[in-house]
């Protein structure tokens, strides 16, 4: 149980990180584009949801990848 709170600890202060950015991503976007005259708030959604893909689409391959440093699978981390 205990571990199970610093786990929702944990999310809750991710979650408050990742809303504080977004806003102040937006935030920005607004200000270009109220400088430039132009609408760029679509292209920067999008630049972000490619950008989360491609991520994620990296971060599973690396992590399926043999190649990958797995310290559980060293023979030296085992205790006999």
């Known amino acids: 149980m205990h571990s199970l709170?610093?786990?929702?600890?944990?999310?809750?202060?991710?979650g408050a990180a990742d809303g504080?950015?977004?806003v102040s991503m937006n935030a920005h976007a607004i200000a270009v584009e109220?400088?430039?005259?132009?609408?760029?708030?679509?292209?920067?959604?999008?630049?972000w949801s490619?950008?989360?893909?491609?991520g994620s689409l990296l971060g599973g391959a690396?992590?399926?990848?043999?190649h990958t440093t797995r310290p559980w699978?060293?023979?030296w981390w085992r205790s006999p």
């Open 5 to 14: 709170v610093w786990f929702g600890l944990a999310l809750a202060v991710f």
């Open 20 to 22: 504080l950015i977004d």
């Open 34 to 47: 109220k400088e430039t005259g132009r609408h760029i708030m679509n292209a920067c959604h999008a630049a």
């Open 50 to 54: 490619i950008g989360s893909a491609v």
């Open 62 to 66: 690396a992590i399926s990848s043999p």
């Open 73 to 75: 699978a060293w023979p």
